[in-house]
């Protein structure tokens, strides 16, 4: 006889709450008689972000109040970390739907399938930061790319939206095989696929034959590192950021790193951690490559989607600093980096769909000429935005960087330090190309940009949240270091 | 008592208050310039104040209008700011810069922006002088790139993009050993005493270094500041960027943001690792004398006049270099002198080119010839400015050099005597290029020139005052920076270094 395993449901809420959204959107839609409309859908699916971020706030004070704990037989956890989380999942999810409303309005693509989508992949990337079990983190891995997949193709009117979408399923199948794989191999060798039990079984034996045990190990680090789009696993990452919808770009960039990068921390700090030593030269080797080749070969790209590609490579590998460092002061400073990079890029890709203009094609840098002329306050929001993520200071970027560096320099990897820090003066070159083509002398025959009231706003948020961390970065870095504190064993 | 740390967050905000205003009044024809001018006196009254406030006996380290406040305690991040005798000179030097680039070069394309990004980094450098946590200076330090690369870059030259792009990242990249040299310490210090992340300057100065460490942390700071200095061979980026850089970005930068090299070297790379003294100072002097000669003898063929004050600037940053490593005390108060009277000297150097340009469109030497003859005034200013920046005796530019060069014979004399010759090339370079421009039978087009207005002569009374002064009463100043020094090569000696 099967036992039911008690639930907490407040931990498994905001999963529940996606999801059941996402079904609830899906059959209403197809029982209704009349096609329902796409703002009724964008209102409801926004509520049902904000509501998620109530959640985890609750969560949060639950925990503070509590500890973290594990429920569904040690599969899912209630820890703060998780929250920040879903709070960073919740954050871009209503960010990208308020983004991709508009998209979908000026590409005549109107839909809610959108919104059906988002929100469950949003379910698989919650899922896969509050995970403690493998498989738990491969279900939400499928369920976050089976979604991924389907959104990437949503533009009809283009070929390269359908190709993006093969390219990314054949290969995120390839990927999602190989941590398979690992995992299974890694239950040969330990004998569960709990994480917290793993920790603890490292933590007991000595390994005399630990070569299974690696295996499985560095399968899953693949894979993670397919996710996260680090080199040498990158090579989808510009097709497809350049073939997808831009909305669904920026989502990508953002709530796909803030589930794989999460999940990976779980993995690679709580689950292998004992064994930190035996994959920092793997993580040393992604990052270095990571950083340099994402910064170098960003500086040859003319398209601005497949340029912010090169550039989120770049970023990856400065978040994986935090996991090379493995200490508190390195999950808390990953978990900063990632969080803050959600508003930061999903706000970019907002920008870069209005100049993408109704068939979402106008990507060539070119089309920025002059675009800060006509209109100062779009141009001086994307110059914060790019200087953001170059790391300028006094800007949130730059806080992010510092504090992942820190981290590293704490934990002894001054090489990585010195390496990350001038891949990001390379990366500076087309920052700082795009903000000057941004403010060259405009074309006469130019139409201003409508910006539409939702995009506006996410764009205002992106703005507003890189100006006002930038000065004062106390909250987040409290809040991150906090849910790093619980979140260690 | 110690004054309020108010009057320095004063010095901080109303640059940045400015700009609000600047671009509030931005459809205005003139308004934002109006705005401009007026926040320019605003912060150089605060400065004037601030300097007849400072105290320099208040502490034994010279520090007055002091004051830390933790910002974030994970991040080590903290507002810290003080001003000592050090600063005081760099503060007076940046608000002068921004009034006289406002009032001498002033720039009617898109305005408002212009005037925005000049307050902007008028507020990064201020910062910078004023920062008294590693942290916080670094911040100010990098934000200053910002506002000049798009300075040069949209009101720039013909080849303003590559200028711009070249200035920054060798600038940029240059601050990557600083921020790395900034952490080790940073992390040294809290893992000794196992207290939260702290940058304050206080607080590592103390921290105990081995030699090596000492030696690697020096030529990373040294590094940084060499690139914005700069010190030669870190000097590439210099003479494209002056030559492409608006006037007004050229003035703030070779007067201004190059002081920033100097004043580092001076406050943090001598004075956080003295213990690298011993093996650096051989080095860095050699690198600053050769600095001075080849700085000299490129300004000799140096073809136009921008380049020719590129150059002169590189053997003057050699100066002041050669006095900051020497470790002697009057050197040390030559070198902080000399980056204020050559802040002064270039601002009129690059005020009167612009001048020659505004009246001819070119800056190459071989085009202009005899200007005396049709512009007798501008020959005279352009002549004071010349003999301070050649040392002549009763100018400013004497009385510092004069100060370097003493301290560096009583401590390393040979370098002391091969800078010594910078003297004589800054003679041979200025005056070769006075003749060629001034003296000679004009053509027609340089006897058309018109000699400069009455407003152009009043934005050089400054400027030509304060080489006046400097140059015969120079005591009110050197005797504010005096305790700050002398605390600062105490400081140094006492860690195993001999005078």
């Keep these: ?489 | 008592m110690m004054h309020s740390s108010w009057w320095l967050s004063a010095l901080l905000l109303v640059p940045m208050v400015g700009v609000a205003f600047v671009l509030l009044v931005r459809r205005r024809p003139g308004a934002s310039y109006a705005v401009g001018v007026g926040v320019a006196a605003l912060e150089m009254a605060l400065s004037i104040v601030v300097a007849w406030m400072y105290n320099q006996h208040l502490t034994r380290t010279g520090i007055d209008f002091a004051a830390r406040h933790v910002i974030s305690a994970p991040l080590g991040l903290a507002y810290d700011v003080s001003l000592d005798g050090i600063s005081l000179l760099m503060v007076l030097l940046t608000s002068l810069t921004l009034l006289l680039a406002l009032l001498g070069a002033r720039d009617k394309r898109r305005e408002p922006a212009l005037i925005s990004w000049l307050l902007i980094l008028t507020t990064a450098s201020m910062g910078s002088f004023l920062a008294h946590d590693l942290l916080l200076f670094f911040l100010f330090f990098e934000l200053t790139l910002v506002p000049s690369y798009f300075l040069i870059s949209q009101w720039g030259g013909t080849e303003r993009v590559r200028a711009a792009l070249k200035f920054f990242l060798y600038t940029f990249i240059g601050s990557v050993p600083l921020l790395i040299g900034i952490l080790f310490l940073g992390f040294k210090n809290q893992h000794y005493v196992r207290g939260a992340l702290n940058f304050s300057y206080t607080t590592l100065s103390a921290v105990h270094l081995s030699h090596t460490a000492s030696v690697v942390l020096f030529c990373a700071f040294g590094f940084a500041f060499a690139v914005k200095s700069p010190i030669w061979p870190f000097h590439t980026w210099s003479p494209i960027t002056y030559a492409e850089a608006p006037i007004a970005g050229s003035i703030e930068m070779s007067a201004l943001l190059a002081k920033l090299g100097s004043y580092g070297l001076v406050r943090f790379a001598i004075g956080l690792f003295p213990l690298a003294l011993s093996d650096m100072r051989p080095i860095v002097m050699t690198l600053a004398v050769i600095g001075i000669l080849y700085g000299s003898a490129m300004a000799c063929v140096a073809g136009d006049l921008k380049r020719v004050i590129a150059y002169s600037s590189l053997a003057q940053m050699g100066f002041i270099t050669l006095g900051a490593m020497s470790g002697s005390q009057i050197a040390m108060i030559g070198a902080v002198l000399l980056m204020f009277n050559h802040g002064v000297i270039t601002i009129g150097f690059f005020l009167l080119v612009s001048f020659i340009e505004k009246r001819r469109q070119v800056n190459t030497i071989k085009d202009l010839r005899g200007l005396q003859a049709s512009a007798p005034v501008l020959a005279v200013l352009f002549t004071i400015v010349i003999l301070a920046s050649i040392g002549l005796p009763g100018l400013s530019g004497f009385v510092s050099e004069y100060l370097i060069l003493l301290g560096s014979f009583a401590t390393n004399t040979w370098w002391g005597v091969v800078g010594a010759f910078g003297v004589v090339g800054a003679a041979i370079y200025w005056l070769w290029v006075y003749q060629r421009v001034f003296h000679g039978k004009a053509d027609a087009k340089n006897l058309a020139v018109e000699d400069v207005t009455n407003k152009e002569r009043w934005v050089l009374v400054p400027v030509v005052v304060l080489i006046l002064l400097l140059g015969v009463f120079p005591r009110p100043a050197i005797d504010k920076i005096t305790p700050s020094i002398a605390n600062l090569i105490t400081h140094v000696s006492y860690s195993g270094v001999d005078k």
């Design chain 1, 1 to 489: 006889m099967i036992k039911i395993p008690s639930v907490h449901y407040l931990a498994i809420a905001p999963v529940l709450i996606f999801f059941g959204a996402s079904l609830a959107l899906l059959v209403t839609s197809a029982l209704r008689r009349s096609r329902l409309s796409a703002t009724a859908a964008t209102v409801f699916s926004a509520k049902c972000s904000l509501a998620v971020v109530v959640v985890a706030v609750f969560q949060w004070l639950y925990v503070s109040q509590h500890g973290a704990s594990e429920t569904i037989s040690h599969a899912i956890v209630l820890d703060r970390f998780g929250s920040m989380a879903t709070v960073a999942v919740a954050l871009g999810t209503l960010l990208t739907i308020l983004v991709a409303r508009d998209w979908a309005i000026r590409t005549k693509l109107l839909g809610i399938e959108n919104h059906i989508l988002i929100m469950a992949t949003s379910a698989g990337a919650i899922m896969m930061a509050v995970a403690n079990d493998l498989v738990v983190i491969f279900l939400g891995l499928e369920i976050l790319s089976i979604g991924l997949y389907v959104l990437v193709a949503m533009d009809r009117h283009r070929a390269r939206s359908a190709e993006a979408a093969l390219k990314y399923f054949l290969l995120g199948g390839l990927a999602a095989a190989v941590f398979i794989y690992g995992v299974a191999i890694l239950y040969g060798a330990t004998g569960t696929t709990t994480i917290s039990t793993m920790s603890l079984f490292f933590a007991a034996n000595y390994l005399l034959h630990p070569g299974l045990a690696y295996l499985g190990g560095a399968l899953i680090l693949i894979a993670f590192a397919f996710k996260v789009a680090a080199v040498p696993f990158h090579n989808w990452a510009p097709d497809v950021y350049e073939g997808a919808p831009t909305p669904i770009t920026g989502y990508m960039a953002a709530v796909v790193k803030v589930g794989a990068f999460l999940g990976f921390i779980r993995v690679i700090l709580s689950g292998l951690g004992t064994n930190l030593d035996t994959w920092r030269p793997l993580l040393f080797a992604l990052i270095v490559l990571s950083t340099i080749v994402g910064a170098s070969v960003g500086l040859t790209q003319r398209n601005v989607k497949r340029l912010l590609a090169y550039s989120s490579i770049n970023q990856a590998g400065f978040m994986l600093l935090g996991l090379w460092a493995g200490t508190g002061r390195g999950i808390a400073s990953t978990l900063f980096f990632v969080c803050t990079y959600v508003p930061v890029i999903i706000a970019t890709f907002a920008i870069v769909g209005l100049v993408g203009g109704a068939t979402d094609d106008q990507h060539d840098i070119e089309s920025y000429r002059g675009l800060g002329r006509r209109q100062p306050w779009l141009g001086a929001a994307l110059a914060l935005l790019l200087l953001s993520q170059l790391g300028a200071p006094f800007t949130l970027g730059f806080f992010a960087k510092f504090s992942v560096v820190a981290a590293v320099m704490d934990a002894g990897g001054t090489t990585l330090g010195v390496i990350t820090m001038i891949s990001a003066a390379i990366a500076a070159a087309f920052y700082l190309r795009w903000t000057q083509i941004l403010f060259a002398d405009p074309e006469p025959d130019q139409a201003r940009l409508k910006v539409p009231g939702a995009t506006g706003f996410v764009i205002a948020f992106g703005v507003a949240v890189v100006v006002v961390f930038g000065i004062w970065p106390t909250p987040i870095m409290w809040l991150c270091q906090h849910a790093a504190i619980s979140f260690l064993p």
